[in-house]
């Protein structure tokens, strides 16, 4: 059974870090991309992060580029997005979610966590 737990969400001023995780089970990451997403309140779902399974190739959105970092240890099953230089605007639910392929390009994903919510405030 395919599933998918972030963690490592909450309240951080702006500025701030935060390093959110994404334990995997069911399935290992030695043969399937991960991508992170966010969803702010009234906005559409938004693709922030992608980590390939095999060809270490990485994808980060532009508004996120020079802040956010996407890493993996695959020893654990657990992808990581490093989150630098946090804005209010960042402030949104971010799921992980599995694709259907090793690579991250024209990639689809049909299993994904529950969420953590991050909020940048003062």
């Known amino acids: 059974q395919v599933q998918l737990v972030e963690s490592g969400g909450g309240l951080v001023q702006p500025g701030g870090s935060l390093r959110l995780s994404c334990a995997a089970s069911g399935f290992s990451l030695d043969y399937y991309a991960i991508g992170w997403f966010r969803q702010a309140p009234g906005k559409e779902l938004e693709a922030v992060s992608c980590?390939?399974?095999?060809?270490?190739?990485?994808y980060v959105a532009d508004s996120a580029k020079g802040r956010f970092s996407i890493s993996k240890d695959n020893a654990k099953n657990t992808v990581y997005l490093q989150m630098h230089s946090l804005k209010p605007e960042d402030t949104a639910i971010y799921y992980c979610?599995?694709?259907?392929?090793?690579?991250?390009?024209?990639?689809?994903?049909?299993?994904w966590g529950q969420g953590t919510q991050v909020t940048v405030s003062s």
């Open positions: 979610a599995r694709a259907n392929q090793s690579r991250c390009k024209s990639a689809e994903f049909a299993s």
């Open positions: 980590i390939g399974s095999t060809d270490g190739v990485t």
